[in-house]
């Protein structure tokens, strides 16, 4: 494997892989918003590179283009539009969420299950718990203002089907508030596999997570509790909670 570098996008907690021969030059993070800054990040970072015998790490989603690049199968990855187009919803979910110990009220989830099946029922199976496991009981550990809210993991376990499964489509675009995507295994976005994790979006305009993060639901009600998690205190740069916000059923 090529020898890798690290690019921190500042005060963003970001971590971005390069290849030795390739760089990557940020504006100015004094002279951006939180959101711009990290928007300007992953849209200057590299393709997806896939390994030597033509198949992507992280399952079948595309092919190798000439230059060695990914390229996904789907040319219009990201074209679903949940405020215009006719999405149906399969399942409804709700977390039960207390911050430093006193209930916060409940987040209501509406899940996409016709096109993303895969990542909707491994949500909705954690959801209840059917599997023998799931969120009752974990938080809320990574909180970026402005951005995402990620939480999801399970101690000794990952997904439905196993540690990890491979991304299905880019489908949905990242365009409303709320939106709710699995988090990727990988530093930065990069691996193609998900678990247990997921991130509730923040602001209305993450194009950038479009063709790398897996849409597949969006919280219905309750964005008054999202947002309440989103002012809680965070420390280091991890940005996790100071005081635990965790999901209770």
Do not use: W
């Not at 997570?209 to 740069?237: C, H, N, P, Q």
Request: net charge positive.
């Amino acid at each position: 494997l090529p020898r890798a570098t690290m690019a921190r996008a500042r005060g963003l907690g970001l971590l971005l892989l390069l290849s030795s021969s390739e760089s990557l030059r940020l504006p100015s993070a004094s002279s951006l918003s939180r959101r711009a800054a990290l928007a300007a990040a992953l849209a200057a970072a590299p393709p997806l590179a896939a390994n030597a015998a033509g198949a992507i790490r992280a399952g079948d989603q595309g092919s190798v283009g000439a230059d060695g690049r990914l390229v996904l199968n789907d040319p219009n990855a990201g074209s679903i539009n949940v405020l215009t187009s006719v999405a149906k919803v399969t399942s409804r979910c709700y977390l039960d969420i207390s911050v430093g110990g006193a209930s916060a009220g409940r987040i209501v989830i509406d899940l996409y299950g016709e096109i993303a099946p895969r990542s909707a029922e491994n949500f909705r199976q954690l959801c209840s718990g059917e599997a023998g496991f799931g969120y009752a009981g974990s938080s809320f550990f990574k909180v970026l203002s402005e951005l995402t809210l990620q939480a999801g993991a399970i101690e000794g376990h990952g997904s439905i089907y196993g540690p990890t499964f491979a991304h299905e489509n880019y489908d949905i675009k990242h365009n409303v508030a709320g939106m709710v995507s699995m988090v990727n295994s990988g530093v930065g976005g990069s691996s193609g596999l998900s678990d247990s994790r997921f991130l509730i979006q923040l602001a209305d305009d993450a194009g950038y997570l479009d063709g790398r993060y897996v849409a597949f639901g969006r919280v219905t009600e309750g964005m008054g509790v999202v947002r309440r998690i989103e002012s809680v205190r965070v420390s280091g740069t991890k940005k996790a909670p100071v005081d635990r916000v965790s999901i209770d059923a």
